[in-house]
């Protein structure tokens, strides 16, 4: 079955405890992005990924960091985990061909920063 | 400014009673206009593709249909079932950021449909 899996899908932790959340795609797709989604602002795109070892700032980029060593994944890492980051977290992949673009979403991880 | 909008911010029918969703945008050349489907804690789905002004795609209840402004989802006959965040993004065929593939998405219509 074509997906994209997140994990974990909760997450609670404290202020400065480093945590990666995974994400991973078996439809061989190229483009990878992170969205965070809070009431009031929508989704809100992190960083994406144009291709393995290509990684690039979204809109709200600032405490995340992202690596694209394989095609499949493209984990999201906090470093140090502030209160704000609190959010509901999508990765989502695509491809385009023949001027079709279908973006997947993943499950969503919900992280609470205490 | 790349910017979309959609309305009404929420909609509650009875089942059974039509209506239609907005998503007007503003984009310097559109690329593609996109409608997903969210229940409360997953992630979007993906619904429909609309490339050019009078296109037009249907799936069961759902019509999606595009002009050089606005898009409007159209639900015919809802069920409860149908009751979701129902999101609209556009992706932009010329952009300076550097990434041509970026989705502007709207905030969302929420819909509730009554049995």
């Known amino acids: 079955e074509a997906q994209v899996t997140q994990n974990p899908r909760y997450l609670i932790t404290v202020t400065g405890k480093k945590l990666t959340v995974t994400c991973s795609q078996n439809?061989?797709?190229?483009?990878m992005s992170w969205y965070r989604q809070d009431p009031g602002l929508g989704l809100r795109q992190i960083y994406y990924?144009?291709?393995?070892?290509?990684?690039d700032k979204g809109d709200v980029p600032e405490g995340y960091k992202v690596s694209r060593k394989e095609k499949r994944n493209f984990p999201l890492i906090l470093e140090s985990p502030s209160p704000n980051q609190t959010s509901l977290y999508f990765c989502?992949?695509?491809?385009?061909?023949?001027?079709?673009?279908?973006?997947?979403f993943g499950p969503g991880t919900r992280l609470l920063v205490l | 400014e790349d910017q979309v909008t959609q309305s009404p911010e929420a909609l509650r029918l009875q089942e059974g009673e039509s209506s239609s969703l907005n998503c007007s945008y503003t984009?310097?050349?559109?690329?593609?206009l996109f409608w997903y489907r969210q229940d409360p804690g997953k992630g979007p789905e993906f619904l429909f593709t609309l490339y050019s002004a009078g296109e037009e795609k249907e799936k069961e209840r759902l019509k999606a249909t595009l002009t050089k402004k606005e898009s409007f989802l159209h639900i015919t006959a809802p069920k409860p079932e149908d009751s979701a965040t129902y999101l609209c993004?556009?992706?932009?065929?010329?952009?300076?950021?550097?990434?041509?593939?970026?989705?502007?998405w709207g905030l969302g219509t929420s819909l509730a449909v009554n049995p």
């Open positions: 993004a556009v992706q932009a065929a010329y952009t300076n950021a550097g990434n041509n593939r970026k989705l502007i």
């Open positions: 989502a992949s695509s491809f385009y061909g023949g001027q079709q673009e279908t973006q997947y």
């Open positions: 439809m061989n797709h190229e483009y």
């Open positions: 990924s144009m291709n393995v070892e290509v990684t």
């Open positions: 984009v310097s050349g559109l690329r593609g």
